[in-house]
């Protein structure tokens, strides 16, 4: 059984980024450094949106920043969390690939097919 201290960490985790928003910059930002700016355009988020979301993931310490001139560049301090979250989601990540969109595939639980209205586990959306 897992104890109580592991259980309570796990749940600071999920709550922190229950938020689509959150999940989008963390993916975003994948195992590359972004600045805001980068964000912003990948995401199609707004600027005050961005900013409101990288707060809380920069002081939990999921995000860490690094100054260069007049940038910020944020990075994913833990790039096992891009690989947890892909796997979790049934995603496929492609590295080294610039430019193409992530596949999203249904993932095997039942429940998540559930949600999603997905029948066959392997369709790609």
Known sequence: ?????AIKILSRLFKL????NRLKIIF????????????IQKTGLSQTLVSFHLKPLRESGILSTERKG?????NVTEPGLIDLL???GGVKLKEGIKGEEQKFICP???F????????NKDREV
């Open 1 to 5: 059984m897992i104890d109580e201290k």
């Open 17 to 20: 980024i229950n938020d689509p």
């Open 28 to 39: 975003t930002i994948g195992k590359e450094k972004k600045t805001v700016s980068e964000i």
């Open 70 to 74: 007049a940038f910020i560049y944020y």
């Open 86 to 88: 892909a796997s979790l």
């Open 108 to 110: 095997p639980m039942a």
């Open 112 to 119: 998540m097919r559930q949600w999603m209205g997905e029948k």
